[in-house]
């Protein structure tokens, strides 16, 4: 069949609204972050569900959610954080196909649990490709986040899909879980163990300073740890300051930094940590090789 290009109209852009697929690797030598998704358990659902490629790209959305127009029918499923979403005033649920027809307004509104909620289309978004990924980055691809006015492509393909009668139960269980794992960093052992007990023994709040560069929590650690030369870090690197405060690097994160880093937040965790909100609390949990 042949596929034609169709468009979503942002009649509003939502709050931090970007395209997002796995993570653009091939540039990180030249010191482009990875990007992607922040949560990819999330965005692997939508994708299983519209049965698209693992890595089709999706549309991550957090605080506040878009209004859009479709121009041509397709599929749509939502996965990630619980806010209220319609198609033409029709309140739908998260991980449940929905056919959406020709000029369908869809709008997200009150988020309600969790940070990032994701909208996979039928056959992926097609936005510019740079550096073998789809994945919205400032300086890197044209735009970083959508505005008012925005138009975003997907493939139209005039054919006939069967009604989609199931509808996924998704747990939220693993959302709810507190403890996020980690590695030791390499500058783990130059803390002195009452730094160290401290870390692994209490809670700790994520501040408001959450975004798709770090995660800030709100309790500091005292320490006299030294800064280190400038080092490779990746997503899920948590940094400590010299006035102790702890920043969990995240997709956007540089690939280069200065603070000592002192844990490695494991795959898993980094998909919970990211749909942690401001005030939630977490604990560190220390992975051992066996």
């Not at 970007?18 to 482009?32: E, H, I, K, L």
């Not at 089709?56 to 806010?83: D, N, Q, S, Y």
């Amino acid at each position: 069949m042949i596929k034609t290009p169709a468009y979503i109209h942002f009649h509003q852009p939502g709050m931090m609204t970007s395209v997002q697929d796995w993570a653009r690797y091939d540039m990180v030598y030249f010191g482009v972050p990875y990007s992607g998704v922040m949560d990819r358990i999330s965005m692997t659902l939508v994708n299983h569900l519209l049965h698209n490629p693992e890595n089709a790209a999706v549309l991550e959305m957090a605080h506040v959610g878009p209004k859009m127009i479709f121009e041509m029918p397709t599929r749509i499923v939502f996965a990630g954080a619980e806010a209220d979403i319609y198609i033409n005033e029709r309140s739908i649920k998260l991980g449940k196909v929905y056919d959406v027809g020709e000029d369908a307004v869809v709008e997200v509104k009150k988020f309600r649990r969790r940070q990032w909620l994701y909208m996979g289309v039928q056959g992926g978004l097609e936005s510019e490709m740079v550096g073998k990924s789809r994945s919205w980055y400032p300086g890197v691809t044209p735009r970083d986040k959508m505005v008012k006015g925005d138009t975003i492509t997907y493939l139209y393909e005039e054919r006939y899909y069967p009604p989609e009668n199931s509808h996924s139960k998704i747990k939220a269980n693993w959302y709810k879980e507190s403890i996020i794992k980690v590695f030791e960093g390499p500058e783990w052992d130059q803390l002195p163990k009452l730094a160290i007990n401290r870390i692994l023994n209490r809670s700790f709040t994520v501040s408001e300073q959450i975004n798709r560069m770090a995660y800030q929590l709100e309790e500091t650690i005292e320490n006299d740890i030294q800064p280190i030369l400038t080092s490779p870090v990746y997503p899920g690197t948590v940094q400590l300051t010299p006035s102790g405060k702890l920043i969990i690097l995240m997709r956007d994160a540089q690939v280069t930094g200065g603070y000592p880093r002192i844990l490695q937040v494991d795959m898993h965790s980094m998909n919970i940590l990211a749909q942690k909100r401001s005030g939630e609390k977490i604990k560190f949990s220390i992975i051992v090789d066996e």
